[in-house]
């Protein structure tokens, strides 16, 4: 327990406030999307400032790469939990019809 609470702790110093990174930003993306995106997208993976987006269509993926991800990415760096956020990569995921 002592080495969970240090944790938290870290976390809250670093401005996680006590939430782990990936959580964090999950939830930052979250208040930036728009509800089309929201429905037809979610957050994958966070590594190194690389967060990854999954879209539900290879269209959608190309148009939040081509046209709307530097726009994403400005937005979600200026929310608590999304400064860390240095690059977005758009993927195509099957699992968002379910």
Do not use: C, N, W
């Amino acid at each position: 327990m002592l080495i969970g609470r240090l944790i938290q702790e870290i976390l809250v110093r670093r401005g996680g406030q006590g939430r782990l990174p990936f959580q964090a930003v999950s939830e930052a993306y979250m208040r930036i999307a728009d509800e089309r995106l929201a429905r037809r997208t979610r957050v994958t993976g966070l590594r190194a400032g690389l967060l990854t987006i999954e879209a539900d269509s290879s269209a959608l993926a190309y148009e939040l790469h081509g046209f709307l991800g530097q726009q994403i990415l400005l937005k979600l760096q200026a929310e608590p939990g999304g400064e860390g956020v240095k690059r977005l990569r758009f993927v195509v995921g099957a699992g968002l019809h379910e």
